[in-house]
């Protein structure tokens, strides 16, 4: 259990600083007066000041912010540590008097610190395993590959038109895609070609759902290790980390956007208690698997904080982009307003997230 949540402490702990760090240098960087850094919302547990920055470890670690002064919607921050908001003079080191690119650029920087996050961490660990190609070894017979025509020696070169370069790449793929038809690219003796094949679900008892579950299986191995393993140099780990990156937000992304038209359900959601579970397990795997798994969480914080809510990232650079088009801010009381419903927003998902997470535990 301690080590599971210091495991928890160390991936969320540094995922936050790093997507606060890259506000706090973007901010410092266009001479905006940051007031505080904050790992955790609501009251101080630690913290100390340097400069004109206060830097806090806050009670509740589930996310951080840079506090920029000047900046519409601190409110609700100062509202959730019990204090009201302090009179000051505006300055022209406030958020809002800084041009629209500056504020474009500080409130992306936390994105983009968690992007590049995790482009070096996948290209770190493909630097150091290299890859293994996705080279068909032996195929069971009547299995689906077998059925679809899959050969030995074939290399799987995409599924469903997205390139794949690990054969592990290809699993996971279609671990996720039981009983759903999907298109294979394969490389056969210097031609190209497309199979059809529809993986069998195959079930086993997952003790994170705390259920049984399925996955997508078809029935391949991989060829030898001696015939399949690739190593990298560092600008191919670089391109391989890059490629990774995208993957995983395209992934995120089209789970995000099945809930919202309905083919994928809420219920899957998973909150701060599958994350700890999901950390201590890949920590005892070895620092590479947690590696790999800090950078995938660090995709999902990328791509949460662009949703297009009030107080997450989006919302702001939805503001801006409102702003930009038509020439003016929106106004001071909207921003709050919409800042204030955003909140609320934001904390049901937590509580939904939290919520499933503890029907998994009890099945």
């Not at 307003?337 to 998994?360: E, K, P, S, Y």
């Amino acid at each position: 259990m301690l080590f599971t949540i210091a495991a928890t402490i160390v991936c969320l702990g540094v995922l936050i600083f790093v997507h606060e760090l890259g506000h706090f240098l973007a901010a410092k960087s266009v001479d905006i007066e940051v007031s505080r850094f904050s790992i955790g919302f609501g009251p101080k547990v630690v913290g100390f000041k340097r400069g004109e920055t206060e830097y806090w470890v806050s009670a509740f670690p589930l996310g951080g912010y840079v506090k920029m002064e000047g900046m519409a919607g601190e409110e609700v921050t100062e509202t959730l540590e019990g204090k009201g908001v302090p009179e000051r003079a505006p300055s022209p080191r406030d958020f809002d008097a800084k041009p629209l690119w500056a504020r474009f650029y500080v409130i992306i920087a936390g994105v983009a610190m968690n992007t590049i996050f995790a482009i070096l961490a996948f290209a770190w660990i493909a630097g150091v395993q290299g890859i293994n190609v996705p080279l068909v070894g032996e195929v069971e017979a009547g299995s689906p590959a077998a059925e679809a025509g899959l050969l030995p020696g074939d290399v799987i070169a995409d599924v469903d038109g997205r390139s794949v370069t690990d054969f592990a790449e290809v699993q996971q793929t279609l671990r996720s895609r039981p009983g759903e038809t999907v298109t294979l690219g394969i490389q056969r003796d210097g031609e190209r070609i497309n199979l059809r094949v529809t993986p069998e679900a195959l079930r086993y008892f997952d003790e994170i759902a705390n259920d049984s579950v399925a996955i997508g299986v078809i029935g391949v191995t991989r060829a030898p290790p001696e015939q399949t393993h690739r190593a990298l140099g560092p600008l191919a780990a670089l391109g391989e980390g890059a490629r990774q990156t995208w993957r995983w937000t395209t992934n995120i992304g089209s789970f995000l956007g099945g809930i919202v038209s309905g083919e994928d359900s809420a219920s899957e959601l998973g909150g701060p208690i599958m994350i700890g579970q999901l950390s201590g397990q890949f920590a005892r795997l070895g620092f590479i698997a947690f590696l790999n798994f800090m950078a995938i969480i660090s995709v999902n914080l990328a791509v949460l904080n662009l949703l297009p809510i009030p107080v997450l990232d989006g919302g702001h650079l939805l503001f801006l982009a409102i702003e930009g088009v038509r020439g003016r801010e929106v106004s001071l009381e909207q921003r709050i307003r919409l800042t204030q419903v955003g909140m609320l927003f934001v904390f049901g998902l937590m509580v939904l997230a939290i919520a499933n997470d503890i029907f998994r535990l009890i099945g």
